[in-house]
């Protein structure tokens, strides 16, 4: 099942140090979980031609080639983007959940005080983008985006 949706990133955040030193190497979404990678669930649900990769400077490289065909490290702003924490692991539920918006407002989706998901135009997508040029915390994502949103 393929939800269409305009826009995706699939991003890295700080909690990739209490995973390595799987993370060493790869992001959390490039990691295993049963027979599948985080990435591949999520591609279930979403058109890959519209998954952006976002990931550390130093694995730029490594991404473009292990998934040929997908940006990496080039978030479209040119139109609003759901941007998915690399480490969700995505279910149909939260797939019918983070579609239901229609497009009409940012959306900040948490748990237990971590970003889940984000759903971002405008000002808020740009401030988002800045946000990916490190490793985004959760406790500053919620800070900044949750009186918006």
Not at 16 to 32: C, G, I, K, N, S
Not at 55 to 76: E, F, Q, S, T, W
Not at 99 to 126: P, W
Request: net charge positive; with cysteine; hydrophobic share 40%.
């Amino acid at each position: 099942m393929i939800l269409d949706m305009i826009n995706v990133c699939v991003f890295e955040d700080d909690k990739l140090e209490a995973l390595q030193p799987l993370t060493f190497v790869r992001p959390a979404y490039d990691l295993l979980l049963g027979m599948d990678t985080l990435l591949d669930k999520m591609t279930r649900y979403f058109d890959k031609n519209q998954i952006t990769l976002h990931c550390r400077p130093d694995l730029k490289k490594v991404m473009k080639h292990r998934h040929k065909g997908m940006m990496v490290n080039r978030v479209n702003t040119g139109t609003p983007c759901l941007f998915l924490n690399g480490r969700v692991v995505m279910t149909d539920v939260l797939a019918e959940q983070l579609t239901l918006n229609k497009n009409q407002y940012d959306l900040l989706y948490t748990y237990q005080g971590e970003v889940v998901a984000a759903y971002l135009r405008g000002k808020c997508l740009e401030y988002m983008v800045g946000v990916l040029e490190g490793l985004p915390h959760s406790t500053s994502l919620i800070k900044d985006l949750r009186p918006k949103c």
